[in-house]
């Protein structure tokens, strides 16, 4: 473990035990970060499905088009788990902890955005197909998610200063 990779595998394992022992042990069982972030995220998705001409509507934590029966966004599918899978890889990969914590900004952004259109694809899923909803809730929206945070790790990966990456003087030939 004395390599880079090493450090980086033992550093996400260590992030990874401490975020789901505060997340299952504190975070969950206390509710308001999910609430909260649930219900922002219900309220960003209805307001822009109005924005786009549907009939949504809000009631506590669930969101529907017009006569749909809606979706309830429950503790584990408002996104904060994924945001803790990716502020893990960022913290435990180097580079400059400045530049780390402005991608950790950024990339816990644009996954809050990410969820929210995955939350809105399903919304709409449900009024016109239905039979597709339980599919679409289990394999493409989360493949998705899971792929959106894997390449915003890639670009970190690829675009930080970090050891990991070839120093040595290149030679023309």
Known sequence: MNTPIGRFIAKALAFFI????????????????DRWLSLNI???GGGLLQWLGFDAYTVNRIIGIGESPGIKIVDGCN????????????????????????????????????????????????LYWPTFFDFTHDYSTTAIFYIVIFIL???W?????????????????
């Open 18 to 33: 401490a975020w789901y022992v505060l997340y299952e042990l504190w975070l969950l069982p206390d509710g308001r970060v």
């Open 42 to 44: 219900i309220a960003t």
């Open 79 to 126: 996104g904060i788990a994924a945001m803790g899978l990716f502020i893990g890889f960022i913290l435990a990969y180097p580079g400059d902890w400045k530049k780390r914590a402005a991608y950790v900004v950024v990339g816990v952004g644009v996954i809050y955005l990410v969820n929210i259109v995955r939350i809105m694809i399903l919304a709409v899923t449900q």
């Open 153 to 155: 790790w890639m670009i």
């Open 157 to 173: 990966v690829n675009y930080s200063d970090t050891e990991f990456k070839d120093r040595s003087p290149k030679t023309a030939s």
